[in-house]
C-alpha cells in the first residue's frame, strides 16, 4: 500500500509540459523534505529533484538542466514536479518520496514513497 499518492501523469508529445502532484498524510509531510524520483524500464531509479520541508532550497538533477521545478504547498500537503520541455527521454514511472530532516539525493535516503505515476513523452 503506498504512504504517498501521486498524480498528474499522462501521455504527452515532445515539447509540452506536464505537473505532477504527490499527497501525503499531515503526520508524513510535516517538517519533511520531499523528493521525486523516476525510473525507466530496465533502468535503475534514479533522482529527479528535491526540496526542503520550507520550500527554502531546492535541488535538482543535472539532466533536467533548468526544465523542471519542485515546490510544496504545506497548508495542502502538497508537492508539485512542473516539468517543461518534454523528451522521450523523461519517460518514466514518477515517484513522490518524503523524509525527515534535510533532502537527500539517494532513494535509499527516504522513508516513504508513492506507488508512482506514469509520464509518457512521444515524439
Known amino acids: 500500500q503506498a504512504q504517498l499518492v501521486e498524480s498528474g501523469g499522462g501521455l504527452v508529445q515532445a515539447g509540452d509540459s506536464l505537473t505532477l502532484s504527490c499527497a501525503a498524510p499531515a503526520l508524513t509531510f510535516s517538517k519533511s523534505a520531499m523528493g521525486w524520483f523516476r525510473q525507466a524500464p530496465g533502468k535503475e531509479r534514479e533522482f529527479v529533484s528535491a526540496?526542503?520541508?520550507?520550500?527554502?532550497?531546492?535541488y535538482h538533477a543535472e539532466f533536467v538542466k533548468g526544465r523542471f521545478t519542485i515546490s510544496r504547498d504545506n497548508a495542502k500537503k502538497l508537492v508539485y514536479l512542473q516539468m517543461n520541455s518534454l523528451t522521450p527521454q523523461d519517460t518514466a514511472v514518477y515517484y513522490c518520496?518524503?523524509?525527515?530532516?534535510?533532502?537527500?539525493?539517494?532513494?535509499?535516503?527516504?522513508?516513504?514513497w508513492g506507488q508512482g505515476t506514469q509520464v509518457t513523452v512521444s515524439s
Open positions: 526540496i526542503t520541508w520550507r520550500g527554502s532550497r531546492t
Open positions: 518520496a518524503a523524509r525527515s530532516g534535510t533532502p537527500s539525493l539517494t532513494w535509499d535516503g527516504y522513508d516513504y
